[in-house]
T-cell receptor, first 114, second 116 residues
């Protein structure tokens, strides 16, 4: 059974710091890995999607890496801003029972203070 | 505007009430999903519909009853709920849940459900 773990569960940093969020998964038979952002009381917004054959994806100040064989992904946020405060969720896509599924971690709650 | 609209945004109900959650997507997708998000726990997939057909029931108690009248609308009918059912219920859609191609799921903002 696939399990997705995110470390740390919560993180508080001053504005301007570079930071790394970690995601690990137990079954490497994934099709892709996706990082989402969730603001309080809101749904999920997709940030980056890494195909299983890729090593990393970049979007602005965000960089996500994937090491499928070791079951790990990191989300790097450069020059953090208060607007980056949110919960960041990692999810892996697997094919199971004839359908593909997203399996989520519990998230990292990030607070960036001025 | 995410393309996936959920109503109501908040719902408070007693354990004996019957209510329904509604999800509508304007993205032309064929697959729709219900997820449950409890505090400090990962999102849990509840149901999947593909082309109006239920393809997955992730061992969800029968007090939750989904309905998908067409590819654009998804309902979750609730009856005789328990306090532990209090959570954020998220709806999502994607092009086709069976395809092997990489495609994102688009999420609504959820319904915050509180059971008294």
């Amino acid at each position: 059974k696939q399990e997705v773990t995110q470390i740390p569960a919560a993180l508080s940093v001053p504005e301007g710091e570079n930071l790394v969020l970690n995601c690990s998964f137990t079954d490497s038979a994934i099709y892709n890995l996706q990082w989402f952002r969730q603001d309080p009381g809101k749904g999920l917004t997709s940030l980056l999607l890494i195909q299983s054959s890729q090593r990393e994806q970049t979007s602005g100040r965000l960089n996500a890496s994937l090491d499928k064989s070791s079951g790990r992904s990191t989300l790097y946020i450069a020059a953090s801003q208060p607007g980056d405060s949110a919960t960041y969720l990692c999810a892996v896509r697997m094919f199971s029972g004839g359908y593909n599924k997203l399996i989520f971690g519990a998230g990292t709650r990030l607070a960036v203070h001025p | 505007e995410t393309g996936v609209t959920q109503t109501p945004r908040h719902l408070v109900m007693g354990m004996t009430n019957k209510k329904s959650l509604k999800c509508e997507q304007h993205l032309g997708h064929n697959a729709m999903y219900w997820y449950k998000q409890s505090a400090k726990k990962p999102l849990e997939l509840m149901f999947v519909y593909n082309f109006k057909e239920q393809t997955e029931n992730n061992s969800v108690p029968s007090r939750f009853s989904p309905e998908c009248p067409n590819s654009s609308h998804l309902f979750l009918h609730l009856h005789t709920l328990q306090p532990e059912d209090s959570a954020l219920y998220l709806c999502a859609s994607s092009q086709d849940s069976r395809t092997w191609e990489n495609q994102p799921q688009h999420f609504g903002d959820g319904t915050r459900l509180s059971i008294l």
